[in-house]
């Protein structure tokens, strides 16, 4: 069965700091997509980003970046300078596809980003 | 703003009730899906349709089912609310349907309805 791990439940930092969220998944899928979602205090879930398993580059976007490792089936996610308006919850997803053309997304527990003046 | 709404975004009632959560996928959208976000179990798939079909179960209640309707609108029902029930309802919308790389895309996100059973 999949699973995604997002050992820190919580992080607090001070602006302008980097933060790294950490995501450990599991599968036994050779093709699969990651995802990050954010979800701030207003409660919807907001896409950041889609990798799939054969593209092991990292990316950069503005501030955000992402550390994809197949190895150790890692797919972790930095915040440079941090700004208040980061503070939210942040999800890590794995696909999983279905037999007869289903697919769907398992979750981590989620990461709770504190970011403080 | 994702483009899938959804309605209504809060909903309190009793327990024994029925409710019915509707959802409208980004316009183009072919697939539905359904999430409960609750403290204790997480976010958690619960189904997905296609273009009308049922595509994917995951951990839906046999109290709850869902459909979508021609126009693609999907409506999630929940029936004899237990409090247990309570929490954040998503609907997600994607293009895609069928799974395989060329094909999974990713989901966006409804707003949710906060459903509370007291």
């Known amino acids: 069965a999949q699973k995604v791990t997002q050992a820190q439940t919580e992080i607090s930092v001070v602006e302008k700091e980097d933060v790294t969220l950490d995501c450990v998944y599991e599968t036994r899928d050779t093709t699969y997509y990651l995802f990050w979602y954010k979800q701030p205090p207003s409660g919807e879930l907001v896409f950041l980003i889609r990798?799939?398993?054969?593209?092991?580059q990292n990316e950069i976007s503005g501030r955000y970046s992402w550390n994809f490792q197949k190895s150790t089936s890692s797919f972790n996610f930095t915040i440079t300078a941090s700004q208040v308006v980061d503070s939210a919850v942040y999800f890590c997803?794995?696909?999983?596809?279905?037999?007869?053309?289903?697919?769907?997304?398992?979750f981590g527990t989620g990461t709770q980003l504190k970011v403080e003046l | 703003d994702s483009g899938v709404t959804q309605t209504p975004k809060h909903l309190i009632t009793a327990t024994g009730q029925r409710v019915t959560l509707r959802c409208s996928p980004r316009?183009?959208?072919?697939?539905v899906y359904w999430y409960q976000q609750s403290l204790d179990q997480g976010l958690q798939f619960l189904i997905q349709?296609?273009?009308?079909?049922?595509?994917a179960k995951g951990n839906i209640l046999e109290r709850f089912s869902a459909q979508q309707f021609p126009d693609l609108h999907s409506e999630l029902n929940l029936s004899s609310l237990e409090l247990g029930d309570s929490a954040l309802y998503f609907c997600?919308?994607?293009?895609?349907?069928?799974?395989?790389?060329?094909?999974?895309?990713?989901?966006?996100f409804g707003e949710g309805s906060r459903l509370t059973v007291l």
């Open positions: 997600a919308s994607s293009s895609s349907g069928t799974s395989g790389m060329a094909n999974t895309g990713e989901l966006f």
């Open positions: 316009s183009g959208d072919l697939s």
């Open positions: 349709y296609y273009n009308g079909e049922e595509r």
């Open positions: 990798r799939n398993s054969f593209d092991e």
């Open positions: 997803a794995l696909s999983e596809p279905f037999t007869g053309g289903g697919n769907k997304l398992t």
